[in-house]
């Protein structure tokens, strides 16, 4: 590769950086006016016009106060798991499928499933660094709902791997060029849309930051810069989860302006979402994960591969 070549890549990734986090910016203030009407109450509306400068001065606020840590916390792993966890959550756009520069990702969703597996670990660090017990436990939490819903995630992952013969997320834009892959799998498109709930800790899956009893969970001891990481981090996950919802099962070209509006709209169901259900009991949680969604994964998987099968003994 030369040097040239490196430059623009290098480029292109900030770029792309740069957008994720100006949209997760407006993503908190979508969910804060969308809240504030669901509560019958207006959102916020000072700052600039309509309040729509008002993430900057959020973020402005956070990153400019003093930044506190517990006297008995393990420093070097409290301080550097916010960093990690932004990190990963950035890292995994480079997947995005662009048809110039950047990255070709053959394995994409390989990829996806790598960087969503480290996310694990930046909150169970953040909470057993923070040598709290509510961080830990919030933290014991999120490490076990997460590990139970990417079984899943990957089961239907699998399944469409088999529909569309490869792992990169340019075959399922140009497989769903006539028809959705919504459509023939709507049951799965269900399983993957409260998986992605529950795998970025949003209402009614937010164990790891349940307010009434863990007051905060794993951030609990967290202030200024690197909660206000975790939180980008959060919804930079919200924003690719929606992205790849989707690639997977909305199709469209990434270049459509249809595209944007249909990511925009799952991005609006994470806050409807939240703004509706209650916190599930953590038991239910569990028996959802391994005794509804894994089983009806497990058989669209074995139907997909079969049909897969058949159509390609019908070609031959």
């Not at 390989?110 to 930046?122: A, D, I, N, P, R």
């Amino acid at each position: 590769m030369q040097i040239n070549d490196f430059v623009f890549i290098v480029l292109e990734s900030l770029v792309l950086f740069v957008c994720v986090l100006v949209g997760v910016a407006f993503l908190t203030l979508l969910e804060r006016k969308v809240l504030g009407y669901i509560q019958i109450r207006k959102g916020p509306n000072k700052v600039g016009y309509c309040g729509v400068v008002q993430p900057f001065s959020d973020a402005i606020k956070l990153f400019t106060k003093e930044q506190t840590f517990p006297m008995t916390s393990n420093y070097l792993p409290y301080y550097m798991s916010p960093v990690f966890s932004l990190f990963t959550s950035l890292l995994v756009w480079l997947i995005m499928p662009f048809y110039f520069g950047l990255f070709t990702f053959n394995l994409g969703l390989l990829f996806f499933l790598c960087c969503t597996s480290m996310g694990v670990y930046t909150v169970m660090i953040a909470g057993w660094a923070s040598n709290s017990l509510y961080a830990l436990l919030g933290g014991l939490r999120a490490v076990a709902q997460t590990i139970s819903y990417e079984v899943s995630l990957a089961l239907i992952l699998m399944s469409f791997i088999f529909l569309a013969g490869g792992y990169s997320l340019e075959l399922f834009t140009s497989y769903q060029y006539f028809g959705w892959f919504m459509f023939i799998s709507f049951p799965l498109m269900l399983i993957w849309f409260a998986s992605c709930l529950a795998e970025t800790n949003r209402t009614p899956f937010d164990f790891a930051e349940g307010e009434s009893e863990l007051v905060s969970g794993f951030n609990i001891e967290y202030s200024s810069g690197g909660f206000a990481l975790i939180f980008m981090a959060e919804y930079a996950s919200i924003l690719f989860m929606s992205m790849l919802f989707v690639i997977l099962f909305l199709g469209g070209d990434v270049y459509s302006f249809m595209f944007i509006l249909k990511l925009v709209f799952i991005s609006f169901l994470f806050i409807w979402i939240r703004g509706t259900l209650p916190r599930f009991r953590y038991d239910k949680l569990m028996y959802l994960a391994w005794k509804s969604f894994l089983p009806i994964s497990l058989n669209y998987l074995v139907f997909f591969a079969g049909l897969k099968i058949c159509i390609l003994s019908f070609l031959i």
